[in-house]
């Protein structure tokens, strides 16, 4: 019993022994394995081998049937993008969305109360069409007013993918918007040409190195080698840009090369060389998009962000209102509001800044103003602001009511939601020539059209017969009552058509109610209103019928929705003014000629680059500032362009 015993006890021991020398086996095993996948490139997302650089591929990000952009989900999370997110860290989500995709914060405003109203555009579609690709971008007070809790984050509406063209790539303007032209026209001067040239050589030896390494007779090239790498490496950590590169430079450039033309001539195998040379240019490829990204986004939070100056001279007018109580306009001038034999100017506005010099360019340029009557549209938060500025500021004999739109008795309109302040919108509208549709390249247009607080018009001014209407990035610069006097001819709104998108690039997107594929689409900024011919045919019901059809309750197609219901509601019902009369595009193109700029009647600065924000076009602010309120004492407490 006893040798039974210690035979038993020592199976036992044996046993246990053997579990413990597997479980070292295994161990070793995965010990080696690790690295080894490491090594591989079997992890996910994580550089190759020994490469020091910080970056990863980006995640590829794509939409769906709907527009929706969503992140491949064959990929892991990319660090790039998480430093993404942790860039932004306050945001909404609708706007980090937005700068996955690069949109130019109608940052779709793109647009200036976005924090910005817009950032770079978070998107959700409404349909798809094969020619073209719509997006909103955010412009001053042009926002939905549901976004104004949100800062004014613009929302991008995709139509289509530009990679439903075989070989189509999407250039920076379709993918950044206007943050591409900006970045153009200031583009500074590279200071680190030659740390870039010594990280290239870097990498490449680096590529060589790990090959030469293991060559037999290599070994004095392999020495050479590494000791370029360590010099190299010693260099770029303390050198930032060429001014801190040390003089001797020049040789240790010209030294590598060397040691890498004799590296080229050795026989090793390509496939490693090659596999992390790509890697390099992967790494590379995401880091620059990464920065794309981020200075797009910084762009967006610029142009659509309001300025601490302007909220600063908005609260304290809001504050002073309530402390003097100004004389009410309607009361002392309540025989001019409602007379339709004077001269009656409507705007839709959140920017008491804007609108002003609006408004002070029409009656500076103006022979008479005893007829001229103003019609200010506002919103509950800026109303008070706006009725002070007015009260304190006079322009000649003009008057000038403000209006709460939201105090407004529009109840049949209550269920469409129009009822809130939904001026003009803009969109970023990239789209293909008829006429040359080999070409797979997209050319990018900048539409300005009605919001829906338009299409209360006839209800908001139903003893007046005719309006002219005006946005608030518009100057004047000559007197407008020869237009006020033009002939429409029968139609319901003079406007000034814009041909570089005709009515056949929106077709799919339009629902097919197209009546002349080849009609130019025409733009809001300055357009004379018949207010009979209106009424006559109905225009709101028709407008608020198609918004119907194209609004699917979601707050994107909200905004977009305009787009296709004001162009079809007054189709066949527009009168084509000169296009030298108004000139657009001095919030976005940087190519408009001067002469052209002095001799219109009209400057307007559509698009994200308005002329109050620091970021606006320099050449073209001038022409904004001539009109500004001189010696008002809250612009200056309040340090307004200074």
């Known amino acids: 019993m006893k040798g039974y015993a210690a035979a038993a006890g020592s199976s036992t021991k044996q046993r246990r022994w053997k579990w413990l020398a597997l479980a070292v086996l295994m161990l070793v095993f995965f010990s080696m394995l690790v690295p080894l996948s490491f090594l591989l490139g079997l992890h996910n997302g994580f550089p190759v081998g020994w490469l020091s650089d910080e970056s990863s591929p980006l995640d590829s990000f794509e939409f769906d049937g709907n527009g929706i952009i969503e992140k491949n989900s064959s990929k892991g999370d ?32 793109s647009k200036r109360n976005e924090v910005s109203e817009q950032l770079t555009s978070g998107l959700t579609g409404v349909a798809s069409h094969p020619e073209s690709e719509v997006l909103t971008e955010g412009v001053d007070s042009k926002m939905h007013p549901a976004l104004d809790t949100k800062l ?126 790509r890697q390099i240019f992967d790494l590379t490829v995401d880091e620059t998009h990464f920065h794309m990204k981020q200075s797009a986004f910084l762009y967006h939070l610029g142009v659509q962000t309001m300025p601490k100056s302007l909220h600063c001279l908005s609260m304290r007018l809001t504050v002073e209102y309530f402390r003097e109580r100004p004389l009410d306009v309607d009361t002392s001038h309540a025989y001019k509001v409602n007379d339709p034999s004077l001269r009656h100017y409507v705007i839709f506005s959140q920017d008491v800044l804007a609108v002003s010099v609006t408004i002070n360019s029409i009656v500076t340029s103006s022979m008479d103003t005893a007829d001229v009557v103003f019609h200010l549209l506002t919103d509950r938060q800026n109303f008070y602001a706006m009725r002070f500025w007015f009260a304190r500021n006079s322009y000649r004999d003009a008057v ?8 407004l008795n529009l109840s049949n309109l209550i269920d469409f939601g129009v009822t809130q302040l939904s001026p003009s919108e803009e969109f970023r509208v990239s789209i293909h020539n008829f006429d040359e549709p080999q070409l797979l390249h997209m050319r990018t247009e900048y539409l300005s059209i009605f919001g829906h607080s338009h299409f209360l018009l006839p209800e908001i001014f139903k003893n007046l017969k005719k309006v002219m209407v005006l946005e608030d990035d518009m100057i004047v610069q000559h007197d407008l009552s020869t237009l006020w006097n033009t002939d429409l001819e029968g139609k319901v709104n003079a406007a000034v058509n814009f041909c570089k998108v005709r009515f056949g690039h929106l077709e799919t997107f339009l629902g097919g109610n197209i009546n002349d594929r080849s009609s130019c689409l025409w733009m809001s900024g300055l357009n004379i209103i018949d207010l009979d011919k209106w009424r006559e045919h109905n225009l709101t019901g028709i407008y608020l019928k198609l918004l119907n059809r194209f609004h699917n309750g979601s707050e994107a197609t909200w905004r977009t929705s305009a787009l296709s219901a004001s162009l079809l509601a007054f189709q066949d019902r527009i009168f084509s003014l000169d296009s030298s009369l108004v000139i657009s595009g001095l919030g976005h193109d940087y190519s408009i000629n001067e002469d052209m700029i002095k001799n219109a009647v009209a400057l307007h600065y559509n698009g994200n680059m308005k002329p109050w924000l620091d970021l606006g076009i320099p050449t073209y602010k001038k022409y904004w500032k001539k009109f500004l309120t001189q010696g008002e004492r809250f612009m200056d407490e309040c340090n307004v362009l200074h």
């Open 152 to 277: 004014g984050a613009r929302v991008g509406v995709k139509l289509s993918d530009v990679s439903n063209f075989a070989g189509a790539q999407k250039s920076c303007e379709l993918e950044f918007g206007s943050y591409c032209l900006w970045s153009k026209e200031h583009k500074e001067t590279m200071k680190d040409a030659i740390v870039k040239r010594l990280k290239d050589q870097l990498f490449v030896a680096r590529a060589y190195y790990p090959s030469i390494a293991k060559l037999q007779g290599q070994e004095n090239l392999a020495r050479e080698m590494k000791q370029n790498i360590q010099e190299h490496e010693r260099i770029l950590s303390e050198a930032i840009s060429d001014a801190d590169l040390p003089p001797f430079v020049p040789e240790k450039i010209q030294k590598m090369e060397e040691t890498v033309a004799k590296a080229n001539g050795c026989t090793v195998e390509c496939s490693n060389v090659e596999r992390k040379l």
């Open 400 to 407: 000038i009511r403000v209006l709460n739109i939201e105090d």
């Open 78 to 109: 990319s660090r790039v993008e998480q430093m993404l997110r942790n860039f932004t860290p306050s945001l909404p989500e609708e706007i980090v969305q937005d700068i996955a995709e690069g949109g130019d914060m109608k940052l779709n405003y």
